[in-house]
């Protein structure tokens, strides 16, 4: 759905095993975008295309969504497919997140 050419993504990056269920730029960091597919969410920086720069552990169940937050610029959300809503905030913590409702 991208528009201008400051919204879209120009090459490819591999890193997850299945489908992408949500993908979103940082509002704050253009460069940086956030992937949501199979068992993780991965951030990931356009000048480094070999390996995302974060990514969160592998979950139980698949993650279904994610968002950056509009007033934070290092925290996201995503859900899993249990029902979970996680609150990530990765200069806090970076192995789990910050709360999971």
């Not at 095993?17 to 199979?38: C, E, M, S, W």
């Not at 951030?43 to 720069?53: A, L, N, P, T």
Request: net charge neutral.
């Amino acid at each position: 759905k991208a528009k201008t050419s400051a919204e879209k993504i120009v090459c490819t990056f591999s890193g997850h095993h299945g489908p992408i269920y949500a993908l979103q730029r940082n509002p704050f960091y253009p460069k940086n975008f956030l992937t949501v597919g199979d068992w993780t969410a991965r951030i990931w920086s356009e000048d480094s295309r070999e390996s995302s720069i974060m990514w969160t552990k592998y979950h139980m169940s698949y993650l279904t969504d994610g968002a950056w937050s509009p007033v934070r610029p290092a925290v996201f959300f995503t859900t899993k497919m249990d029902g979970t809503l996680d609150i990530w905030d990765f200069v806090f913590k970076h192995c789990d997140p910050a709360l999971s409702l």
